[in-house]
């Protein structure tokens, strides 16, 4: 009953937003495999359930894929021995993401052999697993994509902003992707969950501009309390919350973080540093317009040079690459 009335909405809405976002589309599985999109909410929701951090992994690996070769499952292919994945990039991007995207594409594998693509599956999991607290779908995505068979840890390297970043580089780097402005600010919101290693911003605390010295754009009783978390330069243990108390709540308190200057980052302390990247920042304090907002621009970030067509393939296994 369930998928019927799925299906009644892919059709209706199929017809009223026909081919929108380029060739991805709406309920591209829905003569191929009817359930797909109820067995990934289905598993993504059985280990968000007993894993409350796990959204906040797969929604950055979904970012981490985009931004590497477009949207194409790269980011979950293994390295082999003759080639460094781009999972060696980020080595602790989430062995439990990984697992849980493996999981889904076991069941859909069992469903309907060779069909849905392990791009498709990240795309779908980041966002039913964020979506998971609200019991309804946040944003919508666009299936049809298929699966690259090149995952290069070089390109990683190259692609993915660092968190040392200044607004030009962010702004550089959201362009190459044909992302803009709003869409990095916007998309920056995605720190309202998870969490940051001290390596990613303890040289704010202790040798900003290597004379020893700490951030002035971060605010200084917050720096003194992330100085008794991180200790020194040299702790790589320690995890902070990027949106200190309701790092496991997808809300726009982040964007409220930032203003007090308590970004955790460079690159979030430095959506101030721009006229309008910091209005927008004001802006999407506002939690519906933070949704609406959100929902737009992981769309455009979820077509980022996408597979489709006959180009790729379609994995059997998501973490390497079909044996001919
Ligand atoms: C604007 C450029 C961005 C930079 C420089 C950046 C940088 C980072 C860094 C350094 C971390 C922490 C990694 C660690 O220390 O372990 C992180 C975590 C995270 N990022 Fe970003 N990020 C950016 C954009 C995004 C976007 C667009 C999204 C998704 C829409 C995103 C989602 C996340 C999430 C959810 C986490 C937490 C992961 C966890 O808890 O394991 N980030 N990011
Ligand atoms: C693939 O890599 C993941 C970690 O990224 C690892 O847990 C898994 O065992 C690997 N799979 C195979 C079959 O080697
Ligand atoms: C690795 O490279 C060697 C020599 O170039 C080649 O014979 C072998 O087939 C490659 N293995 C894989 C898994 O690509
Ligand atoms: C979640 O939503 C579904 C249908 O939209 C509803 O049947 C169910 O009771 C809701 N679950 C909770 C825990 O609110
Ligand atoms: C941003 O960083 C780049 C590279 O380090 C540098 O060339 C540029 O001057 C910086 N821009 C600003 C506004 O600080
Ligand atoms: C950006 O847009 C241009 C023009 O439409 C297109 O040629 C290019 O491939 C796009 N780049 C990315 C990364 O999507
Ligand atoms: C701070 O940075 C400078 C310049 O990069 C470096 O020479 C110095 O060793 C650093 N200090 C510490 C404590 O790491
Ligand atoms: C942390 O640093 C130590 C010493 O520099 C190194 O041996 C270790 O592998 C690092 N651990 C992680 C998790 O990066
Ligand atoms: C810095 O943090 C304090 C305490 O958390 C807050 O009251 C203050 O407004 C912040 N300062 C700035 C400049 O935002
Ligand atoms: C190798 C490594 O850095 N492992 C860390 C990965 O992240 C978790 C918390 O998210 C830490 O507990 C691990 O130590």
Request: proline share 12%; with cysteine.
């Given at each position: 009953m369930k998928v019927n009335i799925l299906l009644l909405i892919c059709v209706v809405s199929g017809i009223l937003v026909a081919c929108e976002g380029g060739q991805l589309r709406k309920c591209?599985?829905?003569?191929?495999?009817?359930s797909a999109e109820d067995i990934v909410r289905d598993v993504t929701w059985n280990h968000v359930s007993s894993n409350p951090r796990l959204p906040a992994k797969l929604l950055r690996m979904h970012f981490h894929d985009c931004f590497v070769?477009?949207?194409?499952?790269?980011?979950?292919l293994n390295s082999t021995a003759n080639n460094t994945a781009e999972k060696a990039a980020v080595p602790n991007l989430s062995l439990s993401g990984f697992d849980v995207i493996d999981d889904i594409k076991e069941k859909l594998e069992q469903k309907c052999?060779?069909?849905?693509s392990c791009a498709d599956i990240l795309a779908l999991a980041a966002r039913d697993s964020v979506s998971f607290q609200y019991n309804k779908s946040m944003w919508e995505v666009l299936t049809g994509r298929r699966d690259g068979t090149i995952s290069l840890v070089r390109e990683a390297l190259i692609n993915i902003p660092a968190p040392f970043f200044n607004f030009t580089q962010l702004k550089q780097s959201f362009a190459r992707k044909n992302l803009t402005v709003h869409d990095l600010v916007v998309l920056s919101g995605g720190h309202t969950i998870g969490v940051g290693g001290c390596p990613s911003f303890s040289n704010r605390l202790y040798n900003f501009t290597g004379k020893g010295d700490q951030d002035p754009s971060l605010n200084a009783t917050y720096a003194e309390l992330l100085k008794t978390k991180c200790r020194s330069l040299k702790d790589n243990t320690t995890f902070v919350e990027?949106?200190?108390?309701?790092?496991?709540n997808f809300d726009s308190s982040y964007y409220n973080v930032v203003k007090q200057h308590k970004g955790l980052f460079q690159s979030d302390a430095v959506l101030l540093t721009n006229k309008g990247a910091s209005n927008i920042v004001a802006e999407l304090e506002d939690l519906n317009k933070f949704f609406t907002e959100f929902a737009q621009s992981m769309k455009r970030m979820g077509a980022v040079e996408v597979l489709t067509g006959t180009s790729g393939q379609i994995r059997k296994k998501c973490w390497a690459v079909n044996s001919s």
């Open positions: 591209f599985y829905e003569k191929t495999c009817p070769r477009g949207c194409d499952g790269s980011i979950l052999p060779g069909v849905v990027m949106d200190p108390g309701s790092a496991r």
